[in-house]
């Protein structure tokens, strides 16, 4: 597994840039605050958990602003105090989502459960790039980057339906946000990350031991990433050595999407 701590300290491609990040008190989300401000930006960590998200943001420098993110007012009270603190939303990082027990296959999950995860993984993500594209407009720049899932590109017996499907519509929202916008200066990107060691995925798979060892045999590398793995990769997307990367599905998943069999 790599050691990314001396790429972090090289690396300060965000220097006085402002960073939204959802989601921002656990897993991936405070994976990528950490990476974001090592590379210089200003980060302002939005969360619905205000222990974590109040930690989040007294490690990285930044400021906390508690959000339900399925919430429209509470979202733009989020980008509205990054512009109001820093004068700028320059990444958009809209991380928050739930992967919940009752979200199973189509024949076992309930409406409620299907439309709290829809409500939570892409609604969310609709109000977070509704409110960060009228300050990136203003700027004439801006990276806004979603969070979707290997799933959002190939399917899977062991089902989370409603899972499956919110990160299928990131997926293609982010593709459409990506073109509207991009001779403006703002880069819509869907990121797709395998699993991860995180909180969320623990959760998961706490009760279901198999349920996991299924999933990792079909991983080339043999192993879930890590949060600062996708925190990497987030940080790229944010610079400007991304500059011309724009309307895509950016897959970090160890291989599985490219992968026919994997090695024994």
Not at 20 to 28: D, F
Not at 116 to 138: D, F, G, H, I, W
């Amino acid at each position: 597994m790599p050691d990314n701590t001396t790429e972090q300290n090289l690396c300060r491609r965000l220097v006085g840039r402002t960073a939204v990040v959802t989601g921002a008190g656990s897993g991936i989300g405070l994976a990528t605050a950490r990476r974001l401000a090592s590379e210089g930006a200003h980060v302002v960590c939005g969360d619905i958990d205000e222990r974590a998200g109040k930690a989040a943001a007294q490690e990285t420098g930044g400021v906390f602003v508690r959000a339900d993110v399925t919430d429209a007012e509470q979202v733009e009270a989020l980008f509205r105090a990054a512009d109001d603190t820093y004068g700028s939303v320059d990444i958009a990082f809209n991380n928050a989502g739930i992967s919940p027990p009752e979200d199973d296959s189509i024949l076992e999950t309930g409406l409620d459960a299907w439309r709290r995860v829809q409500e939570v993984n892409l609604t969310s993500v609709y109000l977070c790039c509704k409110a960060a594209l009228p300050y990136m407009r203003r700027q004439r720049r801006g990276s806004i980057i979603n969070t979707a899932s290997f799933v959002a590109l190939m399917g899977a017996a062991t089902s989370q339906i409603s899972y499956t499907a919110s990160k299928g519509g990131v997926l293609a929202m982010s593709r459409e946000l990506g073109v509207q916008f991009a001779r403006e200066g703002i880069r819509v990107n869907a990121l797709c990350p395998g699993p991860v060691n995180t909180p969320l995925l623990q959760e998961l798979f706490a009760k279901d031991p198999e349920r996991a060892a299924r999933r990792l045999v079909h991983i080339p590398l043999g192993r879930f990433a890590e949060a600062t793995e996708i925190a990497a990769a987030v940080a790229f997307l944010a610079s400007d050595d991304a500059s011309f990367v724009n309307a895509t599905d950016f897959v970090v998943d160890g291989g599985i999407s490219g992968a026919y069999v994997t090695p024994l």
